[in-house]
């Protein structure tokens, strides 16, 4: 037995080991999951309470309940505190655990919130590690807690998680990703611009898959706070250094995204439209494919960006004022009296997104960095020329171009 | 010589037992005596083969009584030897006028007949195992070697038991300094028995203490016959029906007998599932509970619920609750092994009731922690020759996981695959062929190529012949 | 210590790690905040710098193929001055160590292991790391052999993943030439670690034509560090600053996918094991300059004179993110002067001065 001692002494890395488990084996022996110390939160909101000069923080936690199915159970906890972390802390204590934000995936902010900057604002969620720089900022008219009072239940009771009613907007309805990351970003960069969606909420009476508040616990004295539905137009809330400066709807965004390079899809309504085969018809076109180029030339010191824009598109929808096109012929076809005119539309529709970004004084579509890296001295040459160097959208010469081609 | 006082010598020499059997058959001019071990001896073949054709002789002549039952095995021994060769089945005949010994080879005791190892079972292929008689053994490894190539040594190991230890080899295709090497280990061996294989195996692995396995075995003939042509050297022990093969590296246990009896590409696939099951065997415990508690950021969210509701109500901390599972897996596992087999079905049922059922619905154990474990428990006999070794790194990685989380996983992970590095048994490194990598015993690894294109013996293991067919083509 | 020989494959796979593993972390994110987008340029500098370490090696080794660095300064600088050069490359080591480790804890610290202290990442660490730096040259070659494809794999998903959240261009043109002057020197410390190849010349056994697989392996490594670094420069920019852990960042900022979820765990794994790789070298390379300054001492005196001073410089001197950084950019750009000034005039000394004997001095 001695001499398999001493052998065994040889081995350092077996007492090692021992220490090891001797020292944290016995420590993990009476530690729980962390699970059970830290609180899920999936959604954060924040309100402002002018009047007490306070901030409150709403968030959408998931309880745990011992059942042996999936059930996906949440809860909204306010808390009240003089920063964002203050109220995190309190947060914290009333729920009996430590606030966990590995998981959130959506901020969402009060409008009144954002007269404020931002970047202060989201600065302590910023610095956290936890967060991932993919999580989703949105805006919306209600209270922050409201608005995750009606996702609790749409989270609770449906398969449908507010996260994902985002990510959709993102992907379908407009090209920013609407991240922490993609607001630093703009607010960091060289315009100093990000996008931020806008949901509102709204009283709902109506039945099927809604988000209703509360569970639907209905009390006749209070419906106030109850059956609200979260509700989104593809609006969203242009910012600049930080703070709000313009708030856009579905359809003046559609338009900015017409001039974005990074966004392939939409749809193009040519309206009162005669021809042939169509009387005063409503026709609905869609994207099926966009190729945005960026020419840069100078002409006496003024920048020329001509936007080129090629299109295919498909006919989805025909609103004949005699209804429905009989004839195949007439379905399917696509002179170039339509060519013509969904050019034109095109045209009219990116210029109004220019006159947008002009009169706001936000280069959405980052045209600075394209000057910039095109030729630096020369456009560094123009600014120094501007009386007002944030205004160099409105002395940029945009010249369109647009090719469509019909599927 | 006093053949009665001889017997009555020898006798007191066996401690008098009760199957020592002594003949003596009287004739005119002295006596011829038989001495024996019952338990040892072929009694039809004594009595028709020696006891009849001596007491049919006239005179006690000790060239007549030689000629006489010369038709057996007969060998002429010194007194010194005469025990011994009782011992090992011999008959000893003694004549009064005579001075000499005559040992007649009549060795024969109950033993099985070869039949499929349950330890190897075998979809297509052959289906004869080793069975716990040397000679037999040695008919099957040279029924599978009809040429002048199969080398057969014998070595005895154990003051007590005298075990026969036969090491077989192919010469021009293993290295002499293997079969050295081993021959220098068994003669060193100081030990008292020999009853199994497995006693030979710490004398024979370079490191003995170590966890690892450094000593291949195999119940098969057809296996060892492979491992032998690959240059291995095989250590058949007498009364057991395990075969050693050095040298031994990792990878052989993930090679299986079936691998070479079907298709390759299906073989192939099949090794990268072992690989597969035997990380997520050693590592998959530590993992689960590394997450659990030091990681749970990681974790997607739907998994997150699923955890948090099953573990919800249980009373036992994550650790307490896994390891107080495989423990019971383990209890599971030894019943399985010592209880007869018409009691086996009960308590499987019991098992899997009380784990999978009723403890997840007393709310004592979680459904997730029951799934890891098991799944843990069933990849870990993809590879059952590495079961033991694979089972205590399973505690290991548990251990580690729970007390350093992640880092001390990866950590442990980097740990054992050095010291498996670091091992070198009779000149093959443990890890190949991947550490070092040798790029042409890669046809026999993870990948598994037809055997037409295998025209190499691996390199990893210092063959003297390299090439497996015709010798030209070096 | 066993001292075995090792292969050019392995000789390429130490080279890979060693020139891999501390650039990846802190360092684009660092590297944007003088250089912008001409990083590259800054990159390009400092490979240039280190390939030029490796080939002064190889001419050297060419022309000595069985003598050891050590005999080699002897016969030309004297004992004394030998010994001041060796413990000089023990103290970079040891920074070297030090940043590594320091900037590895607080990356830990900060996303997988909120509550623990110092003392588990010591206790995690040091004794695989000391078991691999003891184990012997050929043991380590090995295992990192072993581990190559592994990781060779994880750090093309992990670039092949950040790709995909990699953005618009940003700002071309910011910096100047002052400023990636400047940035290559405070950066400087980074690189240098060839030199470790100096300490086990003798042990290298590379047949005559398999020097391709050295910078094969070496020149692989180094534009794995500028793709991570550019894919992070693409994928964060403006706001690098707020991302100090490259490879991490660049992964965590894509979506999940489907059930999967973080799928930056790969990334961490990653980490870890390459941090165990790195430290366990250091180590290795700290163990060997001791045993050129104290010849004849054993090993144990080496390993614990190490453990003790990071020990102590880890829990008194060196221990939050502030520091380290200052670490970092202050102080050990000034021990790099050994690998990039001194260390290229000692080899080209022993290159085109008189041939030294084989036993000399």
Redesign the interface.
Known sequence: MTSFLKSLAKVPMFWVFMAICLIYGTTSLGMPAEIDRYAIVTAVGIDMLPEEEQYEISLLTFIPIAEQGFAETYKVVSSKGRSISEAIDFAGLHLGREIGLSHVKTVVLNQEILNENLSKILDYLSRSEHLVSSTKLVTTDASAKEFLQAAQSLDSGSAIKISELINFNDEYIYATDSSFESFFKGYFGPTRVSVMPFLTLKSSKSEGLTAVGDQGEQNSGEQSAQSKEIVNNGDAIIFKDGKQKVMIDGIDMKKLNLVHGNFNIGTIVLENYSDDHFDNATLTFEIVEKVMRYRVDYQNGIPVVGLSSRLVVTLSEAENQQGMVAKNIEFDSVDQKMLEAIKQKVKNLMGEAIVLMRDNQVDICDFYTLLHNHNKREFSHFLSLLDDQNDYLNRIVFKVSVDVFVK | MNVESLFENVLKTLNESLDVASRLIEKKDGKIGMIFLKSMTDNLLFSKAVFEPLSKLDSIEFEKVKQCIEPNDVELVGKDEIVEKIINGAVIVVTSKSEQFLAVDLLKFATRVPSEPPTSPVLMGPREGFVEDLKTNLTLLRRRFRSQSLVLEQASVGKITKTQVVIAYLDGVADKNVVKKIRKKLEKADIDGVVDSYYLVSFLSDRP?SILKQVGCSEKPDIVAAKMLEGRVAVIVDNSPIVLTVPFVFFEDIQNSNDYYTNYAFSTFMRVIRVFAFVMAVLGPGVYIAL??????????????????????IPF????EILFISLLFQILYEVSLRLPSYLGMATSIVGALILGDTG?KA?LIS?PSVIVVAIAKIALYTIPEQSAQITIAQF?FL??G???????V???A??M???A??LENFGA?Y?AP????VLSDNKDALLKVPLANMNKRPLSLNNKNVYRCNDDEK | MRNNSVSAWQVGILLFVLLLTNKILMLPSLLYEDAKLEVWIVLLVLFAFEMGLIVLFWRLKVKYPNQTFMSLMQAFFGKWVTKIFFVLVMLFCLGKALLLYNVTYIFFKSVIYKDANNLLYLIAFFPVVVHLAVSGLRVVGRTMQMFFPALVVTILFCIGVGLLGAGETPLAFQSTGLALTRSVFRHISAFGDSIFLFLIMDKVKIEKGKWKVVFLFSTFSLVLVGAICMVFVFSYSYTSFMHPFALFEIMSYVKEYGGLGRIDIVAIVLIIALTYFQLALYLRMFVLSFDNVFVGLRVFYSVATFVFLFVMLVTFVILNVSKTILFGEKVLPYFAVLPFALLPVVVLVLLFGRRVKEGEP
């Open positions: 203490r659990q508690l030091f990681h749970y950021n990681i974790l997607p969210i739907k998994y997150l619920i699923t955890i948090a509701d099953s573990t919800q109500q901390t994550p650790f307490i997840v709310g459904p290991v251990m580690l729970s007390s350093l989380g992640l880092l001390g990866v950590g442990g980097i740990y695959i050095t010291y590095n670091s490194p890890l991947f550490s070092p990598f």
